[in-house]
């Protein structure tokens, strides 16, 4: 079973001798009480015995120096806290949510999204078009409004070009009511109000009621990183993946002014790594207009206060809040929704309608027979935020993902990206085991991370679909 995290490159792979070391004389120099958290944290949880340390202390210098943190000597460049006198609380991992084991499968698609007018699809010569947006991976949520803008200007295209029709003459269907169909519906509305939206979705009630909790997009963590996806831009497309977010990020930046991004479920957020970890999901996969490079230093979290991480100001946009009220909206403006469920490309193109949007994610791999389409299973564990905890964690553990999202109503934890297709009856013991290595790290024990050791269970896997693999996992 492919399932592991895949890397462009050589994995950097530190060690634990060096990351401890940099870790340790970083604290130093930030005046932190090294003895005292080292006794309490590092020791205790068998991160690194004092033979390790004391060897390993000699290359204090040329170690921080081969980090890649600073071309500058270490003594000239003091590391601070990342958050100087100021310990994040960590979450109550006892306090499981109601429904708290959760499963989806990621809509990936090998080459990324499909976004695209089907030119094979000239219907009635040209008197119909289909535009495809589907196959968003991990990172549907924060490419939705991206990607609903791009479907917009190719509606106007098709309007202008191939039907020439005014918006307000045509019928418009938009087929699924995930976030993407849904975001697309809205920004077609928002764009023209007067022009004719129809959403069709097996997520949909035979009496016309949205169900978008059953649906991918419901389950999503919601964290704003085109995570995994951005290796399907490599090597010379990664300029059509940062289009896309900046749009996403022009319709946040929107909701904003408008003081209305709350009721989209968006909120800054901080998202913090570990420096030995993968950034590039932000580094590489946003443009640095969107989300700026990181700040680096201790982490801001009392067990892990002697370790090097990262700081990246991003956004979570949590999607049990934002799919309602898209649905409220596109209600709002008259939009009607019909159950369907559609089997075949002719199907497709038989509904009745001038422009028809495929945004039926995981479906469209079936539907199309498109072979690039492929599940990557996820496992969640939701945890209630009594605390309030406003901040995420991300990036990965060595060869798989970990994270943990602090979301306006729970925390969720995940982190696995298993090519396989059945959700249901999944062991708890998954679960549990997903829940326990990020409890580890919050405890301070980030030695399986530096390591880089599977540290999950075998999973029990069905596949029907086969297809080349490609670099998919991320963060999210
Ligand atoms: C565990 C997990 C964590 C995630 N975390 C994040 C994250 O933090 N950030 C992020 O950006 N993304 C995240 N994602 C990814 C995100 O959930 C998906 O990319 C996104 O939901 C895709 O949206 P969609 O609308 O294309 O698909 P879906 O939500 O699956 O919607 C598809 C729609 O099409 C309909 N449909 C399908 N087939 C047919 C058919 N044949 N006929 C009619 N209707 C059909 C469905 O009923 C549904 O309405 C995560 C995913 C998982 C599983």
């Given amino acids: 079973m492919a399932w592991q995290r895949r890397r462009e490159g050589p994995p950097k792979r530190p060690g634990l001798r060096r990351f401890v070391v940099v870790a340790l004389v970083t604290a130093l120099e930030a005046d932190v009480n090294v003895k005292s958290i080292f006794k309490k944290h590092v020791s205790r949880r068998k991160m690194i015995d004092r033979r390790h340390f004391l060897a390993g202390s000699s290359l204090t210098v040329g170690s921080l120096a081969v980090s890649g943190l600073s071309a500058q000597p270490a003594s000239t460049r003091p590391i601070t806290a990342l958050r100087p006198g100021e310990w994040l609380q960590i979450p109550d991992f006892s306090a ?12 990936f698609r090998a080459g990324g999204v499909r976004l695209e007018t089907d030119r094979g699809a000239d219907i009635r010569r040209g008197r119909k078009v289909l535009i495809h947006n589907y196959g968003h991976g991990g990172a549907g949520i924060t490419l939705s409004w991206g990607c609903a803008d791009r479907v917009k200007e190719m509606v106007a295209e098709a309007l202008r ?3 020439q029709k005014q918006p307000a003459a045509a019928r418009v269907v938009v087929v699924g009511a995930g976030a993407v169909g849904l975001t697309t519906a809205a920004e077609l509305k928002r764009w023209a109000p007067a022009i004719s939206v129809i959403v069709q979705a097996e997520n949909v009630s035979p009496a016309g009621t949205p169900l978008p909790h059953k649906s991918t997009s419901w389950i999503a963590g919601g964290q704003f990183e085109p995570s995994g996806i951005w290796r399907q831009y490599l090597p010379d497309r990664l300029y059509e993946l940062h289009d896309l977010v900046r749009r996403s990020h022009r ?9 209305r991004q709350r009721q989209y479920g968006v909120v800054d957020r901080k998202n913090y790594i570990l420096e030995t970890e993968d950034g590039r999901g932000f580094e590489r996969g946003i443009p640095p207009d969107v989300v700026p490079p990181p700040r680096q230093g201790l982490l801001p979290f009392l ?4 370790v090097l991480g990262k700081e990246y100001s991003t956004w979570l946009i949590n999607p049990t809040i934002m799919l309602p009220k898209l649905v409220a909206d596109l209600r709002a403006a008259n939009v009607r929704f019909e159950q369907r469920n559609v089997r075949s490309r002719m199907e ?37 935020n009594p605390g309030q905890l406003k901040y995420m964690f991300s990036g990965g553990c060595g060869d798989e993902a970990a994270y943990m999202f ?37 405890s301070g024990d980030i030695s399986e991370c ?14 029907t679909r086969r297809v080349p693999t490609a670099g998919f996992a991320g963060s999210s």
């Fill in 96 to 107: 499981l949510a109601n429904d708290s084991f959760r499963t989806g499968l990621r809509p």
């Fill in 161 to 163: 070009d191939t039907l």
């Fill in 251 to 259: 319709r946040i930046l929107e909701l904003k002014r408008q003081g």
């Fill in 303 to 306: 067990p892990l206060a002697t």
């Fill in 348 to 384: 497709l193109i038989g509904i009745d309608a001038d422009i028809i949007v495929n945004c039926t994610g995981l479906g469209a791999g079936a539907m199309l027979n498109d072979a690039d389409v492929k599940p990557i299973r996820g496992q969640l564990v939701i945890l209630n």
């Fill in 406 to 442: 602090a979301r306006q109503n729970d925390i969720v934890i995940g982190g696995t990206y298993h090519e396989c297709e059945n959700v249901d009856d999944l062991p708890e013991e998954s679960y549990r085991a997903v829940l326990r290595r990020m409890q580890r790290i919050f």
């Fill in 450 to 463: 530096v390591a880089g050791r599977p540290t999950l269970p075998p999973q029990r896997c069905n596949l």
